[in-house]
């Protein structure tokens, strides 16, 4: 439960401290005091959002703290613990907003996100204000009330999420399969386009051999005769050839003893010449025996590079570019039957989404049901308290509509209520009389309340609209629900007021140059007072001073 609130320079607030306790605190004071600025506040430290408006005037920040006793909310305490933020001692969330508008948030000393601090809350408070009627008139509000009466708002959430990934995957699966018929034609192309080129078998370096050697065959005849002719004046020139005229050389400088140094170099120059043409004369006769001018083999050549160079105009690439078009036509043949694939896997995991969403909301349905029965008897017990003898209550359920699997589950659930006898059920947004949907929304309230797992529960002037008898009767309800755990109410009937166990004073403390929201816990003789004030105005009498006994003496 809330033990502890501190507020600092938020609103009109300079400095408030709260200390809280078990059981009905009801919260007091004149219009416009500042009573709901305390719940604005705790709203904050429970995730609310705002700006740099939140900050006093005059102040750098807004710094509020609440403490809760978690001892009764293992939820909580594993929450905490799941995330490695239990402590020992209070539970504490702090906020704080600077004049800047930036804000931070810290669980137990630990910043931590915006959204933390709204899951954790959402399991230590449950708030209900003076608005709950208006959103009662929607369905989806019926829905998330019977679920938590029923006890299955975490089958809800099952359901919810179930319907989100069969959602998810059709989508998916409907992306994949959009251009079946144009991916299949691609896919039949790209395969007749990679049997093509594996057809064609280019080796990695066949094309640059294939050109070389072509050149060879097309210049064999010119090639042919240059080496004859080289070789006939190297060696085989009857009128003369260069070996003849090297050997002749070296027989004549020979001749000379001790021959000048630069005679004996050129000697050695002339003997290398004639070794290097004798090897380059049997060189040109190798390939002159060995050369293959076979015009088949001409024609071979040509042919392969005909089939290259069409293939490669074709595709529209260049000749040494085809074996890495072969590779990219290969992984996008790959990529769409790996998309074929997909498709398969995508329905299996669609039609196993649809099975286990079934499976939960047949439950869902069945809880919701059983609920209902329980949830109608309750709450028109509660509305025929509250000065409506004849009032009815009932559950509608309506099958869904569309064909997509609803988050919400199998039907649609509506709220119907009949204020008077003779009149037909109706929904409550055909409630005529304000003051009727007022006590009607209350009653709900209360009835769900007490199957809230939430120990702490905030009433905002949900008595609005209600008095006489029945402002009694509803004070009587929320100290009922007080007894249970923690109730805090915030109200404008003395009725209501008087039911408290605790009752706190919310004033405005004037000071020279500004005005400020403060905040007192009243004893036996303020209680009296506030009280009679409530019931009188301003100035107190006797009469206002001794209802005001009779009220609280009889709570």
Known sequence: ML??????????VDHLDLELKKGMSVITGETGAGKSIMLDALGLALGDRTDSSAVRIGADKADILASFDLTSIPEARQWLSERDLEQDGPCILRRVITAEGRSRAYINGTPCPLGDLKALGELLIDIHSQHEHQSLLKTETHRRLLDEYAGGAELARQVQLAAQRWKQTRNELERVSSSGEEQRARHQLLSYQLEELENLALGDNELDELEREHKQLSNAESLLAACRQVTELCSENDAG????????SLQRLGAFQNPPAAMGEAINLLASAQIQVEEAVGELNRFLDHFDADPARQQAVEDRLDAIYSLARKHRAQPPELLALQQRLLDE?????????????????????ARHYQDKAEELSQLRRTAASALCTAVETEIQTLGMPGGRFSVEFSAGTGEDLHPAGL????????ANPGQPLRALAKVASGGELSRISLAIQ???????RVPTLVF??????????????VGQMLRRLGERGQVLTVTHLPQVAAQGHQHLFVHKQ??????????????????????????????????????????????
């Open 3 to 12: 033990v502890h609130l501190s507020v600092n320079n938020y609103a009109i």
């Open 446 to 452: 209360v009835t769900t309340a007490q199957t809230s």
């Open 460 to 473: 905002d002037e949900v008595d609005v609209g209600i008095g006489g008898p029945t402002a009694e009767v």
């Open 510 to 555: 004037r000071g020279s140059d500004q005005t400020q929201t403060a905040v007192a816990t009243l004893d036996k003789a303020g209680r009296i007072e506030e009280v009679a004030r409530m019931l009188g105005g301003v100035d107190l009498t006797e009469e206002s001073l001794a209802h005001a006994k009779k009220l609280l003496a009889s709570a």
């Open 333 to 353: 043949l790959e990529s769409l039957s790996a998309d074929e694939e997909a498709i398969t896997r995508l329905e299996e995991e669609l039609a196993a989404y």
């Open 241 to 248: 050839n260069v070996l003849s005229a090297l050997t002749a």
């Open 411 to 418: 039907e649609q659930v509506e709220f119907l209520v009949s």
